[in-house]
């Protein structure tokens, strides 16, 4: 994440006339664990980033990067986000790498492609083998 991730959690809960006690309510957690989070003391947990974004109807790359306007995510796009976090759980990958923010913004558009391809690879065995 950008240096400046903090000040845009703030900016974010200013504008909709927010203190942090609000937040925190509505997040389930203390006023100072959000406090903390804006001022970067601490780092949420991916999943309370996505909480986060959700209740602020904004964006992961907003917050973590200010690179992406802001919109308003569908609960379909989340939930399909949840499912993905649960599918790695329960085949035993704890921390997926797939979720790894700050990787994926080192590669380029061919990188990208070249790793769509062999997913694709991948799946179409997958499926292939199933089918024996």
Known sequence: MK???GKRLEELRTERGWDKKEVSAMLGFTQNVYGQYE???RTPPLETLM??????????????YGEEKRRRRPVDDLEKLRELLLHFE???IEQPFILDLDRWYE???EDLE???QRFEEIYQ???SEKGK
């Open 125 to 127: 065995k997958a499926v």
């Open 39 to 41: 001022r970067q003391y």
């Open 51 to 64: 909480r986060i974004a959700d209740l602020y109807g904004s964006s992961l790359d907003y917050i973590a």
């Open 114 to 116: 070249e790793l769509r």
């Open 90 to 92: 329960d085949e035993g």
């Open 107 to 109: 590669l380029e558009k």
């Open 3 to 5: 240096p400046d991730w």
